[in-house]
């Protein structure tokens, strides 16, 4: 991969605004006077997963927060205070969970490294794995038991996104509001529906059940 020094992408900046204008005089000054993007998305920081990109959106119609194997716990306020903007400023009407396969967050909780600080935070993927460990026995199939973490691992932040005080709150007073888990891979660019759309805390259980069911007759391509 050719390396790129800081002057090199300001250049770049300069190139895409010079392009945005010419393909849309008004581009810019819509951003300035309105944000109301109706999706947030919750993924990960790797850099291979650009969220806007591979789901054609544009500036301004994604909220997006991402962090090391797009994990959603009750304490993390920065994730809380996204979807909190998101759901009562924004009034976003859906909140996707994106994982995508080979994961290095998912890998390394996997095999147990140690890479210092981080393994706090991907203790949060060890405890899905433990969870199912059942459901992670060595696939029949071509599917590895790293490509079924990182499935179980979105619908499990789902859930979790869904028991947040935030998101029941909104249903509670009747926001219309639902919870995805998508899964995207690298090898080919497309997104997998891990089927969990959740509108309704009171659908959840029987939802996370089917999504469990499903996977098992996942024939997605990781």
Not at 23 to 34: E, G, I, K, P, T
Not at 68 to 80: G, K, R
Not at 83 to 103: D, F, N, P
Not at 138 to 155: A, F, T, Y
Request: charge should be negative; include cysteine; hydrophobic fraction near 40%.
């Amino acid at each position: 991969m050719l390396k790129r020094n800081l002057s090199d992408l300001l250049e770049s900046n300069r190139d895409w605004s010079i392009r945005m204008t010419g393909q849309d005089a008004s581009f810019f000054q819509r951003l300035v006077n309105q944000h109301a993007p109706e999706y947030l998305w919750i993924g990960c920081s790797d850099s291979r997963v650009p969220a806007n990109e591979i789901v054609g959106l544009l500036p301004g119609e994604l909220f997006v927060h991402r962090n090391v194997a797009n994990v959603v716990i009750h304490t993390d306020l920065n994730c809380l205070s996204v979807i909190q903007y998101a759901v009562e400023v924004l009034k976003v009407r859906h909140i996707i969970v994106c994982g995508h396969y080979g994961c290095g967050g998912i890998e390394a909780a996997l095999e147990n490294r140690k890479l210092g600080l981080i393994d706090n935070w991907l203790r949060h993927v060890q405890d899905v794995q433990q969870k199912h460990q059942r459901r992670l026995l060595p696939q029949e199939s071509s599917k590895s038991v790293s490509d079924r973490l990182c499935e179980l691992h979105v619908i499990e932040q789902v859930v979790n996104v869904c028991k947040t005080t935030i998101v029941r709150e909104a249903w509670e007073r009747g926001q219309n509001l639902v919870i995805h888990g998508w899964i995207y891979s690298l090898k080919n660019g497309l997104v997998t529906d891990l089927g969990i759309s959740v509108a309704d805390a009171g659908e959840l259980d029987q939802i996370y059940d089917a999504a469990l069911s499903g996977l098992n007759n996942c024939g997605c391509c990781a």
